[in-house]
């Protein structure tokens, strides 16, 4: 049985933090704080669950990173095929040139004045 300082160094050895582990063993991660701070005890059980689940999301991400590169591979092959394909075109001006409206200057609103020793 691994003590608490290994449990985090295991954790932290496979890129995972304490709420991704948190969420997968359905506990809140202040526990999982507690446990590698030595503030709580845990059971042999908790301890096989909690490295079966590192291991299970490290497994994860790694499945998970090597379909990204397989979607990259596939996505760019056809991409460059097509790019070659495109054909630059010219700019083409508008037919009708619609001059756009002049801004017209808005009149100031503002309070009236009062007639002296009045007061509103």
Do not use: C, F
Request: glycine letters at 2%; charged letters at 35%; aromatic letters at 4%.
């Amino acid at each position: 049985m691994l003590d608490y300082r290994q449990l985090k160094h295991l954790r932290l050895l496979h890129n995972l933090s304490q709420t991704d582990i948190a969420k997968e063993l359905d506990i809140s991660r202040n526990y999982i704080s507690m446990i590698e701070s030595h503030d709580r005890i845990y059971s042999q059980e908790w301890h096989d669950n909690y490295v079966k689940t590192i291991y299970t999301l490290h497994m994860r991400n790694i499945a998970h990173a090597n379909e990204i590169e397989e979607v990259k591979e596939v996505v760019d092959e056809p991409i460059a095929e097509v790019a070659k394909e495109i054909e630059v075109v010219e700019v083409v001006k508008p037919i009708v040139d619609i001059p756009l409206k002049k801004k017209t200057g808005a009149k100031k609103v503002g309070r009236k004045p009062t007639p002296k020793g009045k007061i509103k």
